[in-house]
């Protein structure tokens, strides 16, 4: 029998604290990107506030969650994007094999949403289908799940207002394949992923409800995808 190494006991920690149900709903509740208190996140996961604090403890120790103070509140937080891509990732496993894949995710969630930073659901895989044929995207060259751009990517994500240097220099991977849990196909996510998204937002491409992961796509955003990337919305 093998010696356990030091990762593989972190990964069966990280298991049994995402494993247990009521600190899955506060994990899974925070991957829209939002910070919540305590008290909320306790009302999500239908346990007392000393409890949910308990559960926060673990997470927070564990690094999955971290914590914000503003003046004399307390908010949570997930770690990161490496996090929200493991329960993504999470998700589809949950799902099951299947022999016809039928969604069954709520229409406006599915046609687009936000992965805690950046785009899900249809409109995030279409794009990232649509950045392939495009000839923009690429495999990486490690060849396990991130992408690069080509000249022409650069210069078109330029064009859009993304600064890719300042991008790639960011502290985390530069572009990810992202599985969708409702269309289990990949999207973009990493920091070319966050960018994409701000700039959706900034350009009204879309508008991001308040009390979900629910985008809408506006009128404007419909035009754009369909001049800039021929996509029909």
């Not at 920690?13 to 925070?30: S, V």
């Not at 000249?151 to 991977?173: N, P």
Request: net charge positive.
């Amino acid at each position: 029998m093998g010696v356990i190494q030091p990762v593989e006991i972190a990964v069966s920690a990280i298991g049994a604290a995402i494993g247990e149900p009521a600190r899955a709903q506060i994990l899974f509740c925070l991957v829209d990107g939002h910070a919540r208190t305590s008290t909320e996140l306790a009302i999500v996961a239908n346990v007392s506030p000393s409890t949910a604090s308990t559960h926060l403890a673990r997470l927070k120790k564990l690094r999955l969650v971290a914590m914000v103070a503003q003046g004399k509140h307390r908010y949570y937080r997930l770690e990161g994007p490496a996090v929200a891509a493991a329960l993504e990732a999470l998700t589809v496993i949950a799902g099951g094999p299947h022999q016809t894949f039928v969604p069954k995710t709520p229409h406006r969630l599915r046609t687009a949403r936000t992965c805690y930073d950046h785009m899900a659901g249809l409109l995030a895989v279409n794009l990232h289908d649509r950045f392939h044929k495009l000839g923009w995207l690429v495999i990486g060259a490690d060849g396990v799940g991130t992408y690069g751009l080509t000249e022409d990517g650069v210069k078109a994500l330029t064009r859009l207002g993304i600064d890719i240097d300042a991008t790639r220099a960011l502290r985390r991977r530069f572009a990810c394949a992202c599985v969708d849990w409702s269309e289990r196909r990949p999207h973009i996510g990493g920091a070319l992923g966050a960018a994409l998204l701000k700039v959706a937002l900034k350009r009204k491409w879309v508008t991001q409800d308040l009390d979900s992961r629910a985008l809408n796509i506006t009128r404007r955003g419909q035009r754009e995808m369909l001049a800039r990337f021929g996509l029909p919305y």
